[in-house]
Each structure stands twice: as C-alpha cells, then as structure tokens.
C-alpha cells in the first residue's frame, strides 16, 4: 500500500534508455509511488519495448521534441489522464538515485513545500561521483548567479532528480518553456515568479558511459541561455517586459504521441 495520501506518478523522460531502465524501475520504491509513466522521445532502441513489458504506462513522440518537450508531455500526461498530485521526475539513465524518492515525495505530501529538488552538491563529493571538474565549477558559478537573480539560496539549480506538486505545474506556462535542456532553469523562474515554496534533499549521481550527459560545447549554450533567462526574469519582475514564460497558462493540447 502507497504511504501517502496524494496521488504520485514518477515521470521517466526516455531517450534510447534501454539499456539502464530496468535498474532504473527495479530501484523506484513501488510503496512511494502510485503509477510510472514513460515519455520516450523517438528512441531508436528498444526502449519502448522493454517499458512496455516491464508494465510501465508509455507515451511515444512521433518525432524527436528534446527534453524539454518530453517533460512537456510528462507532466500534461500524468496529470490530465493519470490524476497525478505529485509527479516526481526520475531520468532512466540511472544516473541518479530513484530510492531517494521518499526524500522528495515526503515534504511534498506533507505541504510543507511545492517543489523539492536533489542537489548533488548538498550530496557532498560530485567530482568523486564522477562529474567533470569543468562543469562543477560552472554549475557553482551559474548557482550563484541564479541566488543573485531570485533571492534566494539554492546549493544548486541543475539537478535534473526533482518533484513537483500539481499545484506548481498549473500554476506555471510550462508549455510555453524551451523543449530543450534550459527547460529545467525555466520552470524554477516560473516558480519563484509565482512565490511557490522549493525545498531540497542531498543526492549522490552516478556518471557511466550509459548515462546521459551533454558536451562541453552544448553545455556552453545550455550556459548562455540560463544567463538569458535571469535577464527575462529580472525584466518581469521590475515590469519592464514579460516574457511569454512568466505569463498565465493557457489551455494547450498535448503534441501527437501514442500510448
């Protein structure tokens, strides 16, 4: 039996993950989590076969949208047509821990917050986890940047292991974010735009051949756009310009997939 009261679906944006998605569901806590939902981005393995046969509900994009669209499709999918209150995002990669999942879940069914995220940092000993030297220190310098901008102290906003309430996702244009990887600085904006309370729990990462990751010359342009973002967001709060982001959310019908 579930040890909570609101409904939590774990979110598992895929993209050619066959390889680590059965350790990835064998290590979801099943008593924490009511249904897993499966985004597959036009993978060309056999990721979709195999969450299939593992009993996981999944969702195809026709074409490849980024995963920034396929959150997109995460969140829409596991609230409209699963009843999800909390939708916690687990990456298939197994890069990170899914029985941390509780850490997340528990502030978040007590109502103590709106969003909980892992923080590698708060995990102690990234670099010895594995994470290249270079993009430990941009991620310290972009954090930084990012408490400057919002006023509040995060250890870290890159963390792609988070949960959030349907609270916060219908509170934010999440559909009107990037469908690329600056999605995830886009709804944190969203969010402290929108006052929602964020809270976060240590978490420890595992870097592997397997494991997703992007480059050094992409992660230069994930940089830029984060740096973007800041700049809209200081211009929607001293209302000069909003950016369709920080605006209400309109109704949107999900893009063409297949269950």
């Avoid at 998605?21 to 249904?35: H, N, Q, R, S």
């Avoid at 102690?124 to 030297?133: F, L, T």
């Avoid at 920080?246 to 269950?259: E, H, K, M, T, Y």
Wanted: aromatic residues 12%.
């Amino acid at each position: 039996m579930p040890l909570h009261e609101k409904k939590v679906v774990a979110v598992l944006p895929a993209y050619n993950a066959e390889q680590t998605l059965k350790a990835t569901f064998d290590d979801i806590p099943k008593d924490w989590v009511d249904e897993i939902l499966l985004v597959d981005d036009c993978s060309r393995d056999n990721t979709v076969a195999l969450s299939r046969s593992l009993g996981i509900k999944t969702v195809v994009h026709q074409k490849n949208r980024g995963y920034g669209g396929n959150q997109k499709t995460c969140y829409r999918t596991a609230m409209d047509e699963m009843g999800g209150e909390i939708m916690v995002m687990v990456h298939p990669d197994h890069q990170y821990d899914p029985t941390i999942i509780p850490h997340l879940v528990a502030p978040l069914q007590a109502g103590e917050c709106d969003a909980v995220f892992g923080s590698r940092m708060l995990g102690g000993r990234p670099i010895e986890g594995g994470m290249p030297k270079w993009k430990y220190f941009a991620n310290l310098f972009l954090t930084m940047v990012e408490n400057a901008t919002f006023y509040i102290f995060l250890s870290e906003y890159h963390s792609g292991f988070r949960a959030y309430t349907k609270r916060y996702l219908d509170a934010v244009n999440f559909e009107g974010n990037s469908d690329d990887f600056v999605f995830d600085t886009e709804i944190i904006a969203q969010g402290v735009a929108k006052g929602m309370r964020i809270r976060e729990v240590p978490i420890s990462t595992r870097y592997f051949d397997e494991a997703s990751q992007i480059g050094f010359w992409r992660s230069v342009r994930y940089g830029l756009e984060i740096l973007k973002t800041m700049v809209l967001y200081k211009l929607h709060k001293k209302g000069i310009y909003s950016h369709p982001i920080f605006r209400d959310p309109a109704p949107s019908l999900r893009p063409a997939a297949q269950g």
